[in-house]
């Protein structure tokens, strides 16, 4: 118990001084770097605490023998509630960034940066130990679980001595056990020890639960319709290809060691390593353009740009490297690489970050454009990206990442692909078609499901694969509704509404057709950075509503 006590005291004492060494300068940094030691001293005293008083408890009967298991308890604990902070406490949790501040704020010490550099540096280390933390915590999860199993298959026995006979099963033992039992037993130590073996209960079934959660997943799969959010689809499709072929690889920003800035990749840098999951420097020509040579090698690379906004440093890569190669050589170099990553406007991020790049890459011939809505899209669409032998840009939207829907038993299969230039219907109707993609498919459906209570029949296509277009789904509904609007978030001219309009012109759709073409695009301007302005610079409800009506010559 000394020892336990001395412990607990060296711990306090280094987190306060490590706490009072960062802050020396009154600062907002310095404040919340020493909020966390504070709760990391907290944490400490309420361990060392806990420690002592179950010493105390353990020394009233068999102390020799309840002493290892009730450590072993505490170890949880100590293991288990830094790691729940993690994830959910606004300050990360006293573990990780104590450490995490401590050498940031050293380094910014030394040498004398400058508060945005001081801020970035933090972040950057702070994400750092976070990671490895939880990498951590897995690990000792899965130790600890074994542990935890051993000493639980033994736990009754041990304490059937100071047990009441109420709290436990007496099935298992001889009269002659039980009467000696009641014998040696002590109504007030047995009843405190009760709780104990209560928490330790609770305890170990939340270690169970954990390790199980953490483990990866073999053998069964559940076959039942889940939701699933397009993140989490996204990097379903990446794991199983990379598992599937080992010639898949991942370059980009961040995608390793950070799980991607999106936290699309998480997890894959741990389980692939640096060879197959590999953070670039900011340069994107650079790195696009070696990811294209390894293409042109047989390699199989899937490049994340952090916004397609940043793929105009590489567009000649893009373009002409990979897009143009397999014609070039007449047939004798493929180029099988994927192009993915957020594009078009995300919310509050300006005129150079929320550009559309649906009209510009899929107006080239030599490349394959899909546009993803829903988990499945995305799911479906990328592994049969990666097992194309052509480029293929991916165009997702940020906004969406975070959004669940529903994954078939059929969507996840290992084998579920989604092949290029085919449409889907995803409501069927009789009075107008509305043709869209990405998150505008969301919002049509909205306005088509509002439109239903007048009596108005909505067909609503989801394009997925933009080049090529599903022009016989284009051409099919518009002849069956006689009315067709288009809706994109880029700008009108020479964008995906314009070359539907040029379909039905062109195909013998047009003589089908009982009212103009109305197309719903992003306005003629540079995205706003106000909120007001850029939602009014967007296609909302109200714009895919009236422009429904005009069709149908209603008000």
């Not at 990328?382 to 038993?409: C, M, Q």
């Not at 284009?474 to 009108?492: D, F, H, L, Q």
């Not at 296609?539 to 009506?549: F, G, L, N, T, Y």
């Amino acid at each position: 118990m000394t020892m336990t006590g001395a412990f607990g005291i060296y711990a306090v004492m280094t987190s306060f001084t490590i706490a009072y060494l960062a802050g020396g300068s009154v600062s907002g940094v310095n404040i919340m770097a020493c909020l966390n030691r504070a709760a990391g001293t907290v944490i400490a005293c309420v361990y060392a605490v806990t420690v002592v008083y179950v010493m105390e408890l353990s020394s009233m009967q068999r102390a020799p023998v309840v002493v290892p298991r009730l450590f072993v308890a505490c170890a949880i604990v100590g293991f288990q509630y830094p790691a729940t902070y993690i994830r959910s406490f606004p300050l990360y949790s006293c573990t990780g960034t104590c450490a995490g501040f401590t050498v940031a704020l050293l380094l910014i010490e030394y040498f004398d940066q400058s508060e945005f550099t001081v801020t970035i540096a933090m972040n950057r280390i702070i994400d750092t130990f976070i990671t490895v933390f939880i990498y951590l915590e897995a690990t000792l999860l899965a130790i600890l679980t074994k542990v935890v199993a051993g000493i639980d298959q033994r736990f009754s026995r041990i304490y059937s001595h100071i047990v009441p006979p109420a709290t436990l099963s007496s099935s298992s033992r001889s009269p002659k056990e039980i009467k000696v039992d009641n014998a040696l037993r002590k109504p007030a130590a047995g009843a405190a020890v009760a709780v104990v073996h209560h928490q330790y209960k609770m305890l170990s079934s939340r270690v169970f639960a954990n390790a199980a959660r953490l483990a990866p997943k073999k053998g069964v799969r559940s076959m039942a319709t889940i939701d699933v959010p397009v993140r989490e689809a996204i990097n379903q499709a990446l794991d199983e290809e990379m598992a599937r072929d080992h010639r898949v690889f991942l370059m980009g920003e961040e995608v390793a060691q950070y799980n991607g800035a999106y936290k699309v990749t998480k997890g894959l840098f741990a389980k692939y390593g640096g060879k197959r999951v590999v953070d670039t420097p900011i340069t994107e020509m650079g790195f696009a353009g070696l990811a294209t040579g390894a293409a042109y090698q047989g390699l199989r690379p899937v490049v994340e740009f952090m916004t397609f906004n940043f793929s105009m440093q590489a567009i000649d890569h893009v373009v002409n490297s990979a897009a143009k190669q397999f014609y070039m050589t007449g047939g004798d170099i493929a180029v099988p690489i994927v192009f993915r990553g957020p594009n078009g406007a995300a919310a509050g991020v300006a005129a150079q970050h929320s550009q559309c790049f649906a009209a510009w890459y899929s107006s080239v011939p030599g490349l394959k454009v899909v546009a993803p809505w829903s988990s499945e899209d995305a799911r479906g669409l990328l592994k049969s990206a990666i097992r194309d032998e052509n480029p293929v840009v991916i165009l997702e939207n940020e906004l969406l990442y975070g959004t669940p829907f529903p994954l078939t038993d059929e969507a996840q299969s290992p084998e579920f692909l989604i092949p290029f230039g085919k449409a889907k219907i995803e409501r069927e109707g009789k009075d107008v078609t509305v043709v869209t993609f990405s998150k505008m498919v969301g919002t049509s459906l909205e306005v088509a499901k509002k439109l239903e209570a007048e009596g108005i029949s909505v067909e609503v296509i989801n394009l997925r694969s933009l080049r090529p277009l599903d022009r016989e789904a284009i051409i099919a509904s518009a002849k069956k509704t006689g009315r067709v609007v288009s809706v994109e978030e880029g700008w009108a001219q020479c964008g995906i509404g314009a070359e539907i309009a040029g379909i039905l012109m062109e195909t013998d759709a047009f003589d089908f057709l009982d009212a103009p073409m109305e197309r719903i695009t992003g306005a003629d301007v540079p995205m706003p950075y106000a909120i007001p302005l850029e939602k009014a610079a967007l296609p909302q409800m109200d714009d895919i509503e009236r422009a429904i009506k005009r069709t149908l010559n209603r008000k």
